[in-house]
């Protein structure tokens, strides 16, 4: 059955340092990874997906099928980026499977 | 306005008692899906459905009820609410494989 782990609920940094949220998965299907974000009182809405290799609010995820992986990474964390993360695989059925979410502080 | 709404926004009911939370899209998109938002456990899948008159289970549909006539509409029913149902649900449409599921604005319900 496919999974989806994010080992940390609560993440803590300081503005401009670096920040990486661990996502961990498992499927025995060729995994498609999205990472969605809910800012403060919004809806979820989609941060990136690992079939865009694309670089979204300076932040980027890569796919290590090896390890299973797909960790969302940023060089300089800024405050405005203090959120909810959730990594996402897409099963059969464009079905979402979600993480447990990873709560990020940026503090000044 | 185009998008993906839910109404209610929040809602308190009593144990027991019927509900129907309520979603509606403008896309014309083909999916639809009903999760549930718990402190530990992130979002759960309730229930999908790829296309009008098609309806799946997903992860945690005990206790729920779905149905699509129409491709806009979605609605889920708590046929005898229990306290373990309070939660925050979010409902979310997409066009295909690979796309960007869109979220609707949540409904909270606490059941008493």
């Known amino acids: 059955a496919q999974r989806v782990t994010q080992p940390e609920k609560l993440l803590s940094v300081f503005k401009g340092a670096p920040v990486e949220l661990k996502c961990n998965y498992s499927?025995?299907?060729?995994?498609?990874l999205f990472w969605y974000v809910q800012y403060s009182r919004q809806r979820l809405q989609l941060l990136l997906r690992h079939i865009s290799r694309e670089s979204i609010k300076g932040f980027t995820a890569d796919l290590n099928k090896g390890e299973t992986s797909f960790h969302l990474k940023k060089p300089f964390a800024q405050e405005e980026d203090s959120a909810m993360y959730y990594c996402a695989l897409e099963t059969s059925g464009s079905r979402l499977t979600f993480g447990e979410g990873t709560q990020l502080t940026v503090n000044p | 306005d185009a998008g993906i709404t839910q109404s209610p926004r929040y809602k308190i009911t009593e144990t027991g008692r019927q509900v129907t939370l309520m979603c509606h899209q403008t896309w014309s998109h083909s999916y639809m899906f009903w999760y549930r938002q718990d402190l530990g456990h992130g979002l759960r899948l309730i229930y999908y459905?790829?296309?009008?008159?098609?309806?799946d289970k997903g992860e945690v549909p005990d206790g729920y009820v779905v149905s699509r006539s129409k491709t806009e509409n979605f609605p889920l029913t708590l046929e005898s609410a229990t306290r373990s149902q309070t939660s925050v649900y979010f409902c979310a449409s997409k066009d295909r494989r690979n796309t960007e599921a869109f979220f609707g604005q949540g409904t909270r319900l606490t059941v008493v």
């Open positions: 499927y025995s299907g060729s995994p498609e």
């Open positions: 459905s790829a296309a009008a008159d098609i309806t």
